[in-house]
């Protein structure tokens, strides 16, 4: 109801935060534009109700930014139906030349302050509306982006002999923002025959001794340089006189950094404490103590990020167990909690670390590395060699069997090589010991849920009733050729199993994982091409799993959707472009397959764009066939950045064809394609 309406001022601050382009994303002057981003367009605010249109329309005109023909082409048709909208344009981003539509919209902005010019300009784009319109405007602020390798046409040309020509009469002109390699001497010295430019903003320090040479008689107050410096400062501006006095260091958000700029930090006021030599908690009791600084510490050393991803980026760790002993006695286990085995002789290092404090191996969470005997060989010993360090060593190589001894605690043990279905055959065979893993049951069988790393063959049959002491496993990646003997197989083994990869392996690990019952398998890898011992296990587990990777010869001539009736997100791994066994593509919609539960698929290949074969598949894909198919990914698949390349892609081309059938091509970051705006010819 009118009555219950808010004030339009209100809002105005509910929707400037969403409609607000931030500065330092309009300043922008890197090689890729910021705003090559595929997320809905701010305008869909405007179209929520009449209130919002009125108040919204001019916070979204304010910053316009253009990036192709037909926004150039859309945005006059607009300014010219509405003359209003243009004087509520202030700054101008132009991405390209984007032809005629450029001066009607330069014409009817007689309000820019702010004019950001790209000379990133092919010959097919024609520059001839902006070089008319812009003599129509007069802005404070000029930013100019270029790429290091600025295409030299008649475009280009063009566009900078009429900012030449043009620059004198720019007289409120005052602040320039220039690229390091803006090769234009004489554009700037033109843009500095008024000497109105006070404020100078470029990338480096080195750039800015180079334009302070051009507009070093100009009124300069001040040069802002947007990136660090190293070296020696003073040294250097002593070749400049003058330049130093100016020079201000202002380290600039980068488009799409989550790091607050210097602006928006309020630093607090902490005055001199009144008793300087006051202990936190010096009254509390021991345990409280220790308590409180183990929950600080479990947040400073990133415990929980660790937790939910081990190899994230986190800040050095090292510091805080060096501030005092009592920190170090407390952070201890926090430190050793989630472990990543990155270089060589890490393992061995942490041997020395267990056996000299047991009591750490407990407080393991997490091992990310490469166990095996690579890393133990310190010297070369000869077999008959008695002395102490021979036995030492000999003792020592297996690092993994050792380690995996005290950890009572593991919940995962992961490589960082893990194999896949893309992977050659030749794959080095080694890894962790037969004797390591049966170790490993031992001691953190009832804990241990992710496995994923490289294990040697056992030297003669094993029996799979190893595999019900894996009462907690969720997750498995089996990469090791060791033969069961299939005599005795415990169907109750592996309950809580969810994922599981089959990369390497001897067929009787797949006949014994088929006679259990793995009630909670869910998600299944393929590496190796069929065999029947897999087609059997998909037979008999087939129903159960929603979430199968595999290669796509499997699926061409295996009919996966039968063996599997309930899958959702299906993986496929393709084999090279010139392989003939992706001439079959077409079997996969031109058969009977159905699958009315299938709702994603993810292509595995950085290829794909180079066979032709797949554009047929999309054009013949019958939705009938998969009515639940909402989403293809494309792991190979980046989205292009400019209009030219948007033009060229052939990922751009399969993502308008599959949406006409209502599915969306994503990304290798998932991150779907959204039909641009076009010019109706």
């Known amino acids: 109801m009118a009555g219950n309406s808010l004030p339009d001022e209100i809002i105005s601050e509910i929707l400037s935060p969403a409609l607000q382009v931030p500065d330092h994303k309009f300043a922008d002057i890197g090689e890729e534009s910021p705003f090559a981003e595929y997320a809905e367009s701010p305008s869909a605010y405007l179209l929520v109700c009449k209130a919002w249109l009125r108040v919204a329309t001019p916070l979204l005109y304010n910053v316009v930014v253009i990036r192709s023909k037909a926004q150039a082409k859309a945005l006059a048709q607009a300014l010219l139906k509405n003359k209003d ?54 802005p404070t602020r000029l930013i100019f982006q270029i790429c290091r390798k600025t295409p030299a046409n008649q475009m280009v040309t063009k566009l900078v002999t009429t900012l030449r020509n043009l620059a004198p009469n720019w007289d409120r002109l005052s602040v320039l923002k220039i690229p390091s390699f803006l090769y234009q001497d004489e554009l ?49 501006l002593d070749n400049f006189k003058g330049l130093e006095a100016m020079i201000r260091f202002t380290k600039e958000e980068r488009a799409g950094s989550n790091t607050a700029s210097s602006g928006d930090l309020t ?84 041997v020395s670390v267990v056996e000299r404090n047991p009591w750490l191996g407990s407080h393991i969470r997490t091992i990310v590395g490469e166990l095996d005997e690579s890393y133990v060989v310190e010297s070369d010993y000869s077999s008959d060699d008695d002395s102490e360090a021979a036995q030492r060593v000999r003792a020592r190589r297996d690092l993994a069997a050792v380690i995996l001894s005290q950890t009572t605690g593991l919940e995962a043990l992961l490589s960082q090589d893990v194999y896949s279905p893309g992977d050659t055959p030749d794959r080095s065979d080694g890894g962790i010991s037969w004797e390591a893993l049966e170790i490993a049951l031992e001691t953190c069988g009832s804990t241990l849920q992710k496995l994923a790393t490289r294990i040697c063959a056992a030297s003669s049959p094993m029996a799979p009733i190893i ?16 033969l069961f003997d299939l005599d005795e197989i415990p169907s109750a083994a592996l309950p809580c199993l969810t994922d599981l990869t089959l990369a390497k392996f001897h067929p009787s690990f797949v006949v014994a994982l088929t006679r259990m019952e793995l009630p909670s398998l869910r998600t299944l890898v393929l590496c190796e091409h069929e065999t029947e011992p897999t087609m059997d296990f998909l037979r008999s587990h087939g129903n159960k799993v929603v979430d199968l990777t595999c290669s796509y010869g499997e699926v061409g001539t295996k009919h996966i ?93 399969w993502a308008e064809i599959l949406a006409k059938k209502d599915i969306s091509l994503a990304d290798y970051t998932g991150k779907k394609w959204r039909v641009r705006l076009k010019v109706v010819k």
């Not at 004087?87 to 005629?100: C, P, S, T």
């Not at 340089?225 to 040294?235: F, I, K, Q, R």
């Not at 607090?268 to 183990?294: D, L, Y």
């Not at 595999?467 to 060791?482: I, P």
Request: glycine share 6%; with cysteine.
């Open 85 to 138: 909208l243009g004087q509520f344009i202030k700054r101008l981003r132009v991405e390209g030349g984007y032809g005629a539509p450029m001066r009607t919209i330069l014409q009817s902005s007689p309000n820019i302050s702010d004019l950001s010019i790209s000379l990133n300009i092919f010959s097919s784009d024609s520059t001839s509306g902006l070089c008319a319109g812009l003599p129509l405007v007069n």
């Open 188 to 236: 700037l010295e033109s843009l500095n025959e008024m000497r109105t430019i006070h404020t100078l903003v470029v990338p480096s320090l080195f750039a800015a001794a180079w334009f302070f040479r051009i507009f070093k008689d100009s009124p300069l107050r001040c040069v802002q340089v947007t990136e660090g410096v190293s070296g020696d400062l003073e040294g250097f």
């Open 267 to 350: 630093v607090a006021q902490i005055g001199a404490p009144s008793n300087p030599e006051f202990i936190p908690m010096e009254a509390a009791r021991t345990e409280v103590k220790e308590f409180i600084w183990k929950r600080i510490l479990y947040f400073a050393l990133s415990v929980p990020e660790l937790e939910e991803e081990p190899e994230s980026k986190i800040p050095p760790q090292l510091p805080i167990l060096l501030v005092s002993k009592y920190f170090n006695r407390l952070a201890l286990p926090y430190y050793y909690a989630h472990i990543i085995l990155t270089k060589y002789g890490y393992s061995s290092n942490l």
């Open 467 to 482: 595999f019900s002491r894996f009462t907690a496993l969720k997750s498995l990646v089996w990469e090791c050729k060791t």
């Open 561 to 653: 959707f039968e063996l599997c009736p309930n899958i959702k997100i299906l993986g496929l791994y393709l084999p090279h472009p010139n392989s003939p066994t992706l001439k079959v593509t077409t079997s996969f919609v031109s058969e009977n397959v159905i699958s009315s539960t299938l709702g994603k698929v993810v292509l595995h290949d950085s290829y794909l764009h180079r066979n032709p074969y797949w554009e047929t598949l999309f054009l013949t894909l019958n939705s009938r066939c998969f009515p639940s198919l909402r989403e293809i990914q494309g792991n190979g698949c980046q989205w292009p950045t400019n209009e030219r390349d948007i033009a060229k892609s052939p990922w751009v081309r």
